[in-house]
């Protein structure tokens, strides 16, 4: 079936209703932003997608008049904040941004305790924290909270929303700004209007794509992917309640919503302005490529997904624009700048660039750089005020299968065989350094590797073996990974417990309540003692030191700066990753066990990573990193 938008040329913004009564300053900037193209294409993507729908002029009617209350209820610390970024809209591009990605009870326990280790986060120069799903989330089995129960309460165990909307405030205050999820793909199962759609209210199953029989699903199934093959296969669930069949991309009890629906959007975008007004500064838009079904099609990069994100865009941009859009779309790069918006509008101001993250995995078990020098080169460069997210690990597996198009292999590269990477993770085998687990790979299939970054890069098995220079190598090997994050252009951003080389959580297999879930290896409860002590607990002091060394280097270098220009460099040996930042700035990243020379094209260059290292050629130690500066 052929897509269905289409831009409607020439359209302008229709005038935007505000409530009377409304602070006269507030409606003029308002009105201002409205009318600065946002509203033309909140009018015309709401048309395009929902025009033809009954009760849409109703629903486009609610939309506005909540987000004008809403914008009315705005805290003034939050329009001051919305005042400053129209200034420096490009603020979250710079090299002394860092991110931070923990649960809230894994980190301190909940709201309160994650504000007493404000500290912590500030000692290692975090700008931007996101923290995991802490709504509440539905009782039992909660795909760690992205199962979320009510977008309006958070979850009791944490503490209150006041205790939220003041940690907000105090991380603000810090200069930390506060990430959270918008899991707007679906909801839990016993979500108010789930339990609506049960009792059989017809206009919140109208929220939720339902079949009565199998007819439909199947002829769906035909071509739909599976997220979670082992633990929840399908796409479908049948409920008993229902008497039907209900879309369940994720596990059963996360239903998707059914965003064809204006009501959906609607409901959906108070949701996302209401989380804005408690102070969330980035929201991460989960599992945004999930949000439209098209039969014959794998049902994700829909081109009505970019039209709502157009569209709850331009509601952010009108409404709260101090607040940035991060797209979670784990899909192979080259379905991934779309999600930055283009001539039609601008989309999410970020995006998890996870072909790149997964490449730099699997160069590192190859000991072979070509797959991440492909993937850098073709990684393009971005508009203005966008950027990447750059990371190591966060709290889902590492999926192979973004790799997919580049491991067939290319003109320059060697086909990659994915299988043989995540095997090497695995934990299994004598010739890895890794202690990894696989993630739904049934029968030997490639889908993820689970694990925290310290033991896949080996850590573990050096402590256990006792072998300090195993375990030196283990250290260089997180490191440059977390190297690389910090040097290619984005917003790097940390998870939690790589700080102090934390390792993989056991425990979990005596849970019965998480022993199905193979991620939870990769969330344990942050250390403390050890963060208090690192020195004593090797390696994690040296992890410790040499990641705020880092740090404090990138903060200071404008050539790392996310919109720097890139360019990868031919290094002449594979297990290299030579990186230039304009041309003051020269990353090496040595991939493989073996040390190796390299001469930087002209002049005379030093080591920002080690003052004493100057020259015209440089040895890089194996799994070692050298950032050249210029003179
Ligand atoms: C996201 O992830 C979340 O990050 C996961 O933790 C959730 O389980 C999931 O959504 C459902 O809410 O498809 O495009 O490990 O990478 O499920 C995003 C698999 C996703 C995840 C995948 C995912």
Known sequence: MKPTIEPTPGATAPPLPLPSGLDPALAATLTARWEAGPGAVLAREFTNLYGHRDGAADAWNALLSTAAGLAARRDPELHALDAERAQRPDWFLDPGMLGYSTYVDRFGGGFSGVTARIDWLQGLGVRYLHLLPFLRPRDGDNDGGFAVSDYDEVDPRLGTMDDLVGLARRLRASGISLGADLVLNHTADDHAWAVAARAGDPRYRAFYHVYPDREVPDRFEATLPQIFPLTAPGNFTHDAALDAWVWTTFYP??????????????????????????????????????????????????????????????????????????????????????????????????????????????????????????????????????????????????????????????????????????????????????????????????????????????????????????????????????????CCGGLPTLYMGDEIALGNDLAFDDDPGRRHEGRWLHRPAMDWERAADPHAHAPAGVVLARLRAMVAVRRDQSALHAAAPRRVLDAGNPSLLVLARGDQFIGVFNFGPRAVRFAPPVDSWHDLLDASVRGMSFVVRPWGQCWLERG
């Not at 699997?362 to 797959?371: H, I, K, R, Y």
């Not at 095997?423 to 590797?449: E, I, K, M, N």
Request: hydrophobic residues 45%; aromatic residues 8%.
């Open 253 to 486: 009890f996360q239903w998707d919503l059914d965003w064809s629906n204006p009501d959906v959007f609607v409901a959906m975008a108070a949701t996302l302005l209401r989380t804005a007004n408690r102070g969330v500064e980035v929201l991460r838009l989960d599992s945004i490529a999930f949000l439209w079904k098209r039969q014959g099609t794998d049902c994700m990069n829909q081109p009505e997904v970019h039209a709502i994100l157009r569209a709850l865009r331009a509601l952010v941009d009108v409404f709260a624009p101090g607040v940035l859009l991060k797209a979670e779309a784990i899909v192979p790069m080259r379905d991934l700048p779309p999600y930055f918006g283009g001539a039609q509008g601008p989309e999410c101001h970020l995006a998890y660039h996870s072909s790149l993250m997964t490449a730099a995995w699997a160069s590192l078990a190859l000991g072979d750089t070509a797959m991440l020098r492909r993937v850098l080169r073709d990684t393009p460069t971005l508009g203005p005020c966008c950027s990447w997210l750059t990371y190591v690990r966060c709290h889902d597996d590492i999926g192979w299968k973004v790799l997919a198009p580049e491991a067939v292999g290319g003109d320059r590269e060697p086909p990659v065989d994915l299988g043989w990477v995540a095997g090497f993770y695995a934990g299994s085998r004598a010739d890895s350094f890794a202690d990894g687990r696989p993630f739904q790979s049934a029968d030997g299939g490639v889908h993820g590797t689970s694990g925290m970054a310290a033991d896949l890069c080996g850590i573990g098995r050096a402590q256990r073996a006792g072998d300090p220079r195993a375990m030196a190598e283990a250290v260089d090997r997180l490191l440059l990974l977390y190297g690389v994050a910090m």
